[in-house]
């Protein structure tokens, strides 16, 4: 997919006439890991009322149910959560029908143990004598310390499977480092990382499953993937061949004024968004600062 300039946008509304599916992010669009943002609940709710389906699409290394609590006690009417995808979901789906009865070490903190509860393996507290390790987060602070630790297992070739590709992640104001910055190490290793969640083309078309809609009977073009990261979301609508609509007010929140600056008739150059995000940033349809109606 290749594209000569963005179109800055001040809500979906402004494309619902071509729009047939929203695929959302959460974390960044939806809310900030503390509290939702009214204004995007209130764009899904106005997007089911023309007609659009929605599923929600989150690189959180957890089960769809843990996901969904969340979101309601985050105020989220439930109605709205009927459909949702997770990378921990799809890590689950992997191993038990891959790796059943293997020894599975779990990298990541005990918070994050519903990820590996009830799966069919043998649990082991070191990647030593793993068959498959799966990272839902870090083991310590400093990504580098992963190096050496792992180096064993890299060494045997064990498929290293990641329930979480964002390398950060904004909670409130603060910046998290997640489970793939340590998947990064695992591959500068040498070894073999399974991705799950965006930005691969399979999770953006396992919500199409969700929401029982034949792959045949709808157009790229007619799909938009919504988020804030250009890395997993904007990168996942280019691999599945979707649109997207690229929310700049999350992890880029810094750039957005030069967005505001450089913005032509509501229209963003390739020129200046590469100078703005950098060359080799997949760009995005759409663009931004907030997600709303």
């Given at each position: 997919?290749?594209?000569?300039?963005?179109?800055?946008?001040?809500?979906?509304?402004?494309?619902?006439?071509?729009?047939?599916?929203?695929?959302?992010?959460?974390?960044?669009?939806?809310?900030?890991?503390?509290?939702?943002?009214?204004?995007?609940?209130?764009?899904?709710?106005?997007?089911?009322?023309?007609?659009?389906?929605?599923?929600?699409?989150?690189?959180?290394?957890?089960?769809?149910?843990?996901?969904?609590?969340?979101?309601?006690?985050?105020?989220?009417?439930?109605?709205?959560?009927?459909?949702?995808?997770?990378?921990?979901?799809?890590?689950?789906?992997?191993?038990?029908?891959?790796?059943?009865?293997?020894?599975?070490?779990?990298?990541?903190?005990?918070?994050?143990?519903?990820?590996?509860?009830g799966l069919p393996v043998e649990h082991t507290d070191t990647p030593d004598n793993a068959d498959l390790i799966l990272a839902t987060g870090l083991d310590f602070n400093d990504v580098e310390s992963h190096r050496e630790f792992m180096a064993e297992a890299c060494k045997r070739s064990v498929p290293?499977?990641?329930?979480?590709?964002?390398?950060?992640?904004?909670?409130?104001?603060?910046?998290?480092?997640?489970?793939?910055?340590?998947?990064?190490?695992?591959?500068?290793?040498?070894?073999?990382?399974?991705?799950?969640?965006?930005?691969?083309?399979?999770?953006?078309?396992?919500?199409?499953?969700?929401?029982?809609?034949?792959?045949?009977?709808?157009?790229?073009?007619?799909?938009?993937?919504?988020?804030?990261?250009?890395?997993?979301?904007?990168?996942?609508?280019?691999?599945?061949?979707?649109?997207?609509?690229?929310?700049?007010?999350?992890?880029?929140?810094?750039?957005?004024?030069?967005?505001?600056?450089?913005?032509?008739?509501?229209?963003?150059?390739?020129?200046?968004?590469?100078?703005?995000?950098?060359?080799?940033?997949?760009?995005?349809n759409f663009m931004s600062r907030t997600f709303r109606w």
């Amino acid at each position: 997919m290749t594209l000569s300039n963005v179109r800055v946008i001040n809500g979906l509304s402004a494309i619902q006439d071509t729009t047939r599916m929203v695929i959302c992010d959460l974390w960044g669009v939806m809310h900030d890991g503390v509290v939702a943002h009214p204004e995007a609940v209130d764009a899904i709710n106005h997007a089911r009322r023309a007609g659009i389906k929605t599923v929600f699409l989150s690189n959180a290394p957890r089960p769809r149910s843990h996901v969904r609590a969340m979101l309601t006690d985050m105020d989220i009417p439930e109605t709205l959560t009927d459909h949702i995808v997770t990378s921990g979901g799809l890590a689950r789906d992997a191993i038990r029908n891959r790796f059943k009865r293997k020894r599975l070490y779990h990298l990541g903190p005990d918070s994050d143990h519903n990820t590996i509860e009830g799966l069919p393996v043998e649990h082991t507290d070191t990647p030593d004598n793993a068959d498959l390790i799966l990272a839902t987060g870090l083991d310590f602070n400093d990504v580098e310390s992963h190096r050496e630790f792992m180096a064993e297992a890299c060494k045997r070739s064990v498929p290293f499977l990641c329930a979480n590709p964002d390398r950060v992640v904004h909670v409130g104001e603060r910046l998290f480092i997640c489970a793939g910055a340590v998947a990064d190490i695992y591959a500068d290793m040498g070894g073999h990382v399974e991705w799950f969640g965006k930005p691969t083309a399979a999770s953006l078309r396992a919500c199409l499953k969700e929401c029982n809609i034949p792959e045949k009977s709808i157009r790229g073009n007619n799909i938009i993937m919504v988020g804030d990261s250009l890395q997993t979301d904007v990168a996942g609508a280019h691999a599945a061949g979707f649109n997207s609509l690229f929310i700049a007010g999350g992890i880029h929140r810094e750039e957005w004024p030069q967005v505001a600056n450089k913005a032509r008739n509501h229209v963003l150059s390739e020129t200046d968004f590469q100078a703005i995000f950098g060359e080799h940033k997949p760009m995005p349809n759409f663009m931004s600062r907030t997600f709303r109606w």
